[in-house]
């Protein structure tokens, strides 16, 4: 174990199980180590690293700011934060613009704002949110209320009550469900990265779109992962056909740098009055301008590279040796491997490249900027691994 490691142990909360590499430095989809060895990068932060390592546009945006305006209170206005929001609504219909830091604390906002809406136009018993069963929201104690997994309650009782799950792409177990509660809004993500990289079938998702607004109940998309890009829409939503009243976003719309927003959409638009919600470093002029580089080049034309990107890995990874399955959309992909897949995982960093898990399967969350060359040793690499894995 090294000194670093050490330390780590002996300083930092015991919270993560982290791989035994220490990163010092990165180039586009290229990261290096302590001891020198290169890996290319399909993890992206957990999806945060939209554009890689060190990205050029993305540092001349962030340096410029901060020497200029590194942080002020939501007392005053600033440049930064109005355009971003401004550039949001534009692109995706929404009206307003909630900033805060992270993805839980997006879906925190969501939920106060189905609530506060739901009181006011049925009476405050109207305060259930429904979720989807294997869905994953956040580890605040209300996200995790939000969250469908049994396992991420267990410690942490009582969670905020209010919160129910019924099965995903059972649209009759929905309907059962959401009639029979006092039902605010639903809380549901399009493709469950934590749960799987689990896609929602479009019928599902349509089906509950429909009933949510024949019931006024709130349709609120968590985009945590899902969204700016990752697959292949700016949002996972509009590979769906539906639109959203509210959408949680974080992760890649930083682009490594702490930034959430809650997108309310027109019957929510004006839920919030001076006082209702806050966030003392949401829309930090810092973070919202490096937002603002990686939004502004999530085009049609970079988008449609995305997408062929992941129609390439999907081709070259279903029904290889070793690879019993294979999900996701866009840059967002699951790999089930005959081999579990930690060791999977484990086999491909010892070869140089760093792979995700996410429940039985191995997940890739490249950069959505990694060159094809890139792309395709590792995915070399992976299938030598899988096939490897396997006959063992």
């Not at 007392?75 to 613009?97: F, N, R, S």
């Not at 189905?114 to 929201?137: Q, W």
């Not at 029904?319 to 060791?343: D, F, H, R, T, Y």
Request: net charge negative.
């Amino acid at each position: 174990m090294s000194n670093l490691q050490q330390l780590d142990k002996q300083y930092i909360a015991g919270t993560y199980a982290r791989f035994p590499v220490e990163l010092v430095s990165g180039s586009g989809s290229l990261v290096q180590g302590s001891d020198g060895k290169s890996y290319i990068d399909l993890g992206s932060g957990i999806g945060v690293t939209a554009f890689g390592f060190a990205d050029e546009e993305w540092l001349k945006a962030v340096t410029r700011q901060l020497g200029q305006l590194q942080h002020t209170s939501n007392l005053y206005y600033t440049e930064p934060c109005v355009k971003l929001a401004e550039l949001l609504c534009q692109k995706t219909g929404m009206k307003k613009v909630f900033f805060c830091n992270s993805g839980a604390e997006a879906n925190e906002c969501a939920i106060k704002a189905a609530r506060k809406y739901a009181a006011a136009k049925k009476g405050p018993e109207y305060s259930d949110i429904l979720t989807l069963e294997n869905s994953f929201h956040g580890r605040t104690l209300t996200t995790l209320a939000a969250t469908g997994q049994d396992h991420y309650h267990e410690l942490f009782q009582p969670l905020t009550p209010g919160f129910f799950h019924t099965p995903a792409n059972d649209l009759a177990a929905f309907r059962a469900a959401a009639s029979s509660h006092k039902t605010a809004a639903v809380l549901l993500e399009c493709i469950q990265g934590e749960g799987g990289v689990i896609c929602m079938e479009p019928e599902f998702v349509r089906g509950v779109a429909e009933y949510c607004y024949e019931n006024d109940i709130l349709l609120m998309i968590d985009e945590v992962q899902t969204g700016n890009g990752r697959t292949g829409a700016l949002y996972s939503y509009m590979n769906f056909g539906v639109t959203p009243d509210v959408v949680s976003t974080a992760k890649g719309l930083g682009g490594g740098l702490p930034l959430g927003a809650c997108l309310l959409g027109e019957k929510v638009q004006d839920v919030f009055q001076p006082g209702d919600h806050g966030s003392t470093f949401g829309g930090n002029p810092v973070c919202c301008a490096g937002a603002l580089s990686v939004l502004e080049r999530l085009d049609d034309a970079f988008l449609a590279q995305v997408r062929e990107k992941g129609d390439y890995v999907r081709a070259r990874l279903q029904g290889a040796a070793g690879v019993k399955a294979v999900s996701g959309m866009g840059l967002m992909i699951g790999i089930l491997p005959e081999a579990p897949a930690a060791q999977v995982v484990r086999i491909c960093m010892e070869r140089g490249v760093l792979c995700l898990t996410a429940k039985d399967k191995v997940r890739l969350l490249p950069a959505l900027s990694i060159p094809m060359e890139l792309l395709e040793k590792a995915i070399s690499i992976i299938l030598d691994v899988c096939k490897e894995a396997s006959a063992c």
